[in-house]
């Protein structure tokens, strides 16, 4: 971003701390992505272990509030079961 805009407007963030850098990449990954859902899911199933980058997602829908939360089961759907008798597959979600 300092070849981007004019010299003196574009100050440079601190990345001395991890926490800080690691937020910033992450919204310039936002900016150079857009509406490419699958990053952000990613970036989301990835981050949400550590407790400064979790994020709750939250959707109102017809006035019901809906969550997904760190950890959750519903960021990936089971396998079937078939597939899992069939090859031997260890269940994706706990």
């Known amino acids: 971003m300092v070849k981007r805009y004019k010299t003196g407007k574009y100050i440079l963030p601190d990345f ?13 990954r936002r900016k150079e992505f857009p509406f490419t859902s699958t990053i ?15 994020t709750i997602l939250k959707r109102v829908l ?11 089961n519903r960021y990936a759907l089971p396998l079937p079961q078939i597939e899992i008798n069939l090859n031997k597959f260890e269940q994706n979600i706990r």
């Open 16 to 28: 001395s701390d991890p926490t800080t850098a690691l937020k910033t990449i992450l919204v310039e």
């Open 40 to 54: 952000r899911w990613e970036d989301l199933r990835r981050l949400n272990g550590a407790k400064e980058t979790e």
């Open 62 to 72: 017809e006035s019901d509030l809906y969550e997904l939360k760190p950890g959750s």
